[in-house]
């Protein structure tokens, strides 16, 4: 398959693509000639971005302002991308926090869980299995090399990135097999 909209279908999400490494692949996919579905929280640095990706490479876009965090989030982009072929999801948004574990907040943590490991896989159930059905389609987990090694002061940060590295290995030993 020679372009990526071939490959992988007119659409492109990005979660977390307000800002840094999210708003990188949004640019490059853009590059690419897809379409790109933007979320983020915030949702005025969404819509710039999506007038920048409009103007440059004239693709269309579509931005999501919603919470990962919130148990309702996943459901919420479904809807606003009803209608759309999102052949390629990037489970982009994510965040860590540093401390001793002893002194830092469950809350913060089980935040941090929510977003950085049950978010994604809440989004690729409600993706992945429209690829497969098509036979095209990609999934990207972010992950980092703290999800290679214990991680001091980076304990829970670590561990949901050793999730989303098993997560997309398993994921793409399964569906390769």
Not at 38 to 58: D, F, I, K, M, P
Not at 89 to 102: D, E, I, S, T, Y
């Amino acid at each position: 398959m020679s372009s990526w909209k071939e490959r992988y279908g007119e659409w492109a999400l990005v979660t977390g693509a307000s800002a840094g490494i999210g708003e990188e692949f949004c640019r490059q996919l853009a590059a690419k000639g897809m379409n790109i579905v933007s979320v983020a929280r915030r949702e005025e640095l969404l819509r710039q971005l999506g007038e920048q990706l409009t103007a440059e490479y004239g693709v269309q876009t579509r931005e999501v302002a919603v919470d990962l965090i919130q148990i309702d989030a996943s459901e919420r982009i479904e809807q606003a991308v009803s209608g759309l072929e999102v052949g390629l999801l990037v489970n982009n948004a994510g965040f860590g926090h540093f401390g001793r574990f002893h002194t830092e907040s469950i809350q913060r943590d089980e935040e941090m869980i929510r977003l950085n490991c049950l978010a994604p896989v809440a989004l690729t159930h409600k993706f992945l299995p429209k690829m497969v059905e098509r036979q095209r389609g990609g999934v990207i987990f972010l992950a980092s090399t703290s999800a290679y090694q214990a991680t001091p002061y980076l304990s829970v940060y670590g561990a949901t990135k050793a999730f989303n590295l098993h997560l997309g290995e398993g994921l793409w030993a399964c569906l390769l097999y």
